[in-house]
């Protein structure tokens, strides 16, 4: 088991108790989709494994070891493990391609290398090589900011590639892209998870992106797990307990 999430609580300051006792097991090589409406907790969960939001109680057990209580340098060294992927993409606008993807070893690159942006040919060719993964290397030496969405959604998981990750996170990576767009960036994260043996953690909206890639689901309801099991187990009785009654369910094809 890659993951395991034990009673997982998280309470904020201004009182939203955001997850509620959620437990679950991420096996190595899954791709796993967490569903729920907005505020369900889905962005929570996700920022809670990888640090980014600290649990309030529980614990989140990643390759045999607790991170929920880790600090400093171990914490530091557990996360490097972890790759993200945002909805909105975060990249450097100004730099070129190939330097927002090396962002993604900025934790491990030596100091002098950070500094004077003077990279190793190793870490060179890994870049390149994870930007072959999403098919853009073309684009390597060209300014983010003149890429279309979806590409800088690519180069978005080129960066997180360059961790070279047991786990790799994406918090609702295509709301923001066109239907044809999301179907061609869920397609990167489906060879990283089948071509790399990446475990894939993503939270989606569109049950029809779920049942196409996803191997497992779970769905949080107001900070709680309500179904976990099979994508094409989700009905219409499913997808209303999930959505509530009034939702109307909306394809991606």
Excluded at 20 to 45: A, N, P, R
Excluded at 139 to 155: E, H, I, K, M, P
């Amino acid at each position: 088991m890659l993951l395991t999430v034990r009673d997982l609580h998280k309470t904020y300051k201004s009182g939203t108790h955001a997850l509620k006792g959620v437990s679950l097991d991420v096996k190595e090589g899954e791709f796993l989709v967490v569903i729920g409406l907005s505020g369900s907790g889905k962005s929570t969960l996700l920022r809670c494994i990888n640090r980014l939001v600290e649990p309030t109680s529980g614990t989140i057990s990643f390759l045999n070891q607790d991170i929920a209580h880790l600090k400093g340098d171990q914490l530091r060294k557990a996360k490097r493990q972890i790759g993200m992927v945002f909805q909105q993409f975060n990249l450097v606008k100004r730099r070129s391609v190939l330097a927002n993807v090396i962002n993604g070893r900025l934790g491990s690159l030596r100091t002098l290398e950070s500094i004077f942006r003077s990279y190793s040919d190793g870490v060179l060719a890994d870049a390149n090589k994870c930007l072959e993964t999403v098919g853009i290397t073309d684009y390597a030496n060209v300014r983010a900011d003149t890429l279309s969405g979806g590409q800088q959604q690519r180069v978005a998981i080129a960066r997180s590639l360059m961790q070279n990750p047991r786990l790799l996170l994406a918090d609702e990576p295509v709301a923001s892209l066109d239907p044809a767009t999301s179907n061609s960036v869920m397609q990167y994260f489906e060879k990283i998870n089948k071509e790399l043996g990446t475990t894939v953690i993503c939270s989606l909206h569109f049950l029809s992106l779920v049942r196409r890639y996803a191997s497992r689901a779970i769905a949080l309801k107001a900070g709680e797990i309500v179904y976990e099991g099979s994508p094409d187990d989700i009905d219409q009785t499913w997808f209303k307990r999930i959505y509530g009654e009034e939702a109307e369910e909306v394809e991606i094809v």
